[in-house]
């Protein structure tokens, strides 16, 4: 029996209607889709062989800042694996959340709706378009192929202003 990693997912596509003489504004499913659509998300290490041990990352509360420029978010500074091991830049994460608490790290206030943070899931250079960003309150599950090359040193996160913490969970595969 391995671990698993679970997650749903679900969509409403919501069309903003103007309010005009016969009836108030409001929020509507998009006629084309007419329903919420969702799926599902899972990962099973039973079935996996890992290069070295499956271990879990949990860091309920990390702090990001404007300029950390490139942070490794899955890092021993951070936090160790469940199991107590030291978190290395070399393994590998197979599945990771992230999520952004909407608090400020520096004042503990919610935050602001544009502290957004950027998220490279490969290391690439912030400086491109072709980053992730999640707003306040916003999560993301991240899904990597299995046996790729991506590290742990390679999931970077930074702030487009000002500073926030963050919640991350994943599991990765400890190959030294």
């Known amino acids: 029996m391995g671990d698993k990693f679970r997650a749903k997912i679900s969509v409403t596509p919501i069309v903003s209607l103007a309010a005009d003489a016969d009836g108030d ?20 290490t039973s079935n996996l062989s890992a290069t070295g041990t499956w271990r879990w990352f949990y860091a309920p509360k990390v702090a990001v800042f404007e ?63 072709m980053r992730l960003e999640l707003e306040p309150g916003d999560c993301i599950v991240l899904k990597y192929k299995q046996g ?6 390679s999931l970077h996160v930074d702030m487009d202003q000002n500073s926030c913490y963050m919640k991350v969970l994943a599991i990765v595969d400890d190959v030294g």
């Open 25 to 44: 504004a409001a929020d509507v499913i998009h006629h084309d889709i007419q329903k919420t659509i969702g799926g599902r998300m899972s990962f099973d």
């Open 67 to 129: 300029g950390d420029g490139d942070v490794d978010i899955i890092r021993s500074a951070n936090g160790t694996y469940t199991d107590g091991t030291v978190v290395s830049s070399s393994d590998k994460p197979r599945v990771v959340y992230l999520e952004h608490l909407n608090i400020d790290a520096t004042t503990n206030l919610t935050s602001n709706a544009n502290d957004r943070v950027s998220i490279t899931p490969d290391g690439d250079n912030f400086a491109d378009n």
């Open 148 to 153: 790729g090359s991506v590290l742990n040193g």
